[in-house]
Each structure stands twice: as C-alpha cells, then as structure tokens.
C-alpha cells in the first residue's frame, strides 16, 4: 500500500474534518496577518523615509528663499544706480538690502 500524503482514513469522524477546518484557518489567518504586519512594517518604513526627505528638502528651500529676495534686491538696486536720472526709491531698496546682508551675515556666523 503506498503512502498517501493526506490519508482520508484518518478522518473518519465529523469531529476529526471540524478540528482540521479550524485548524488550517487558524494556520491560514495567522499567516495572513504575519504578512499584513510585515507591510505595514514596510509601508512605515516607506513613509519615515519619505518624511525625511520632504523635511531635508524643506530646510534647504529655507536657505535658499532668503538668498533669492537677497539677490533680486541688489540686482534690482543695481539697475537703479545704473540710471541716476530716473525717479526711483533707492533709499528703500538700500535699507532691505542692508537688513538682508545683515540677515545673512548673522546667520553665517
């Protein structure tokens, strides 16, 4: 007689097929969350990584706004030094731009 993997004659009773149906669903449900765990692990993991990136991303757009407003300022304040005839309001330009130079110098340090 040769040897069947799964004998039926072992499970002759109502009994016996109930204890293996709650059985493989135990097995089946614990498997099932094991891996749901394990995405969620994953899924986390994604997301921190992402966070993190979006803050380094963020510190560095917060270094460059000033240095932006900093150099259109002096450009700007450039083109009105160029044309000394034309009514401008320098002294406004002037004052940002030393407020911002200070800015940067205190930062710097």
């Not at 040769?2 to 004659?9: E, G, I, L, M, Y």
């Not at 099932?32 to 990584?49: C, M, S």
Request: hydrophobic share 45%; proline share 3%; with cysteine.
């Amino acid at each position: 007689m040769a040897h069947a993997f799964f004998d039926t004659a072992l499970l002759d009773s109502d009994a016996d097929w109930w204890n293996l149906g709650i059985r493989t669903s135990g097995i089946s449900l614990t498997v099932g969350l094991l891996g749901l765990a394990a995405f969620d692990n994953y899924w986390r993991g994604r997301l921190h990584a992402l966070r993190a990136k979006q803050s380094e991303l963020d510190a560095l757009q917060a270094r460059i706004r000033p240095h932006f407003l900093f150099n259109t300022l002096n450009t700007g304040a450039a083109l009105v030094h160029a044309r000394p005839g034309k009514p401008n309001g320098c002294s406004w330009t002037w004052q940002t731009c030393s407020a911002q130079r200070f800015r940067v110098r205190v930062k710097s340090r």
